[in-house]
């Protein structure tokens, strides 16, 4: 007579209790972790076996098995449990408890689950490229179940789901850090984020006229974007170089270029032309160190072009030069 027959399946520290004949329980575990197969059984018993799918692990206290991570835990009159050591994706399966109560054959199920949190194995390098070319990124990922992946722009918050990430014709603005996000609920997900760089040849920014007293301090500034960073090069009128002498400085940083003059002179006015380039291209401003008079130039020489109210006071300076 059949009193009570129950299985009962034990993953890390929570039982999963099924009784018997009900739907085999699913026994979720992580890959690398260890597992315990319980099959309790409340009567006398006879030929007890363990199958993994159609594979018997052990019959009675006999094992079959020759993997050494399977070993049995406890077999006596109302315990007959199996243990799994570090748990691989190719244990998940079936597993069978099968057992002859009262010459009736018994079989109870479990069903397996490993899972592998969700990694990134493979994700594009920093990349460097010129504007207007076309970025192709990709990252992907492991994991069970499958995981999700995505790329986010760190800089507008953009998400794009998949894989691969193609930006077409990128332009400055987008060089930023794009990360990769992959997860599939197990463990906190994975992320790793890939640098854009974005190349241009340099523009000038800013550049600005200025009036200079005879005698004082004078600054010209020439601010210019690029990437990589411009180098900087300066010169007069007459297209000389323009070099650092006991009262004039020039002080290139990585944005910008000044020149520095410490004591002002007749010598020092006049037209100053700075030039930045890096290997993909260069441009060129001009802007006067001039004497203070009626009328104040505010610079906007950027390549060729020259204000209206530059070019008068241009020609006046001009005049003003040749008297001098
Ligand atoms: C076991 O898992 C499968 C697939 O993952 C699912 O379809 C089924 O409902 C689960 N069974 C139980 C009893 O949780
Ligand atoms: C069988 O083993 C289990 C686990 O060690 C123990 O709790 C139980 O008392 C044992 N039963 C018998 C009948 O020895
Ligand atoms: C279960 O069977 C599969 C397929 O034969 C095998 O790869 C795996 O190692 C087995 N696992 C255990 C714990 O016996
Ligand atoms: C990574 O993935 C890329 C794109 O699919 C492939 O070309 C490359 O060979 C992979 N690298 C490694 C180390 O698997
Ligand atoms: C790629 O760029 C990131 C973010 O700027 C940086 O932390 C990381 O060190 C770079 N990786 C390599 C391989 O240069
Ligand atoms: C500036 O230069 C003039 C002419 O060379 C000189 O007389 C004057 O002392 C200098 N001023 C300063 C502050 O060095
Ligand atoms: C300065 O810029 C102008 C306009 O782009 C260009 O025509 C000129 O050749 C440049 N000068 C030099 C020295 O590169
Ligand atoms: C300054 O020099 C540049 C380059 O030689 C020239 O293009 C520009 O017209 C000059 N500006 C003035 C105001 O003379």
New binding site residues.
């Given amino acids: 007579m059949l009193i009570g027959l129950f299985l009962f399946f034990l993953a890390g520290s929570s039982v999963h209790g099924a009784e018997f004949g009900y739907l085999p329980d699913n026994i979720t575990v992580l890959e690398g972790e260890s597992v315990t197969l319980r099959c309790r059984i409340d009567e006398e018993v006879t030929h007890k076996a363990w199958l993994n799918r159609s594979n018997i692990l052990f019959t009675g206290t006999d094992k079959w098995s020759l993997d050494k991570r399977v070993t049995l835990v406890n077999s006596n009159n109302s315990d007959f449990s199996i243990h799994i050591d570090k748990v691989q994706v190719t244990d998940e399966g079936p597993y069978t408890c099968t057992f002859q109560a009262n010459n009736k054959p018994r079989i109870a199920h479990v069903y397996l689950i490993v899972q592998v949190p969700a990694r990134i194995v493979n994700i594009s390098k920093n990349v460097s490229v010129n504007e207007g070319e076309n970025v192709n990124l990709y990252c992907l990922a492991v994991g069970r179940p499958e995981p999700t992946v995505t790329w986010k722009d760190q800089k507008y918050g953009l998400v794009s789901e998949g894989e691969f990430l193609d930006i077409t014709e990128i332009k400055r603005q987008q060089a930023e850090d794009y990360e990769c996000i992959t997860n599939n609920g197990v463990a906190p997900p994975d992320q790793r984020k890939v640098k854009v760089t974005v190349n241009y040849p340099p523009m000038i920014t800013d550049m600005k006229n200025m009036p200079a007293h005879l ?1 004082k301090t004078a600054i010209l500034r020439c601010e210019a974007m690029a990437v990589p960073p411009a180098s900087f090069e300066w010169y007069r009128d007459d297209h000389r170089p323009v070099e650092s002498d006991n009262t004039l400085t020039i002080k290139n940083e990585k944005t910008r270029s000044l020149l520095l003059f ?2 002002v ?1 007749e010598k020092h006015f006049g037209n100053y032309t700075c030039f930045a380039s890096n290997r993909l291209g260069a441009s060129n401003a001009s802007m006067l160190l001039f004497r203070p008079g009626a009328i104040q130039g505010r610079g906007s020489g950027l390549h060729a072009g020259m204000s209206v109210g530059v070019c008068v006071w241009v020609s006046l300076s001009a005049a003003f030069l040749v008297k001098v």
Avoid: I, R
Wanted: glycine residues 24%; hydrophobic residues 0%; aromatic residues 0%.
């Fill in positions: 005698g410490s004591n002179t």
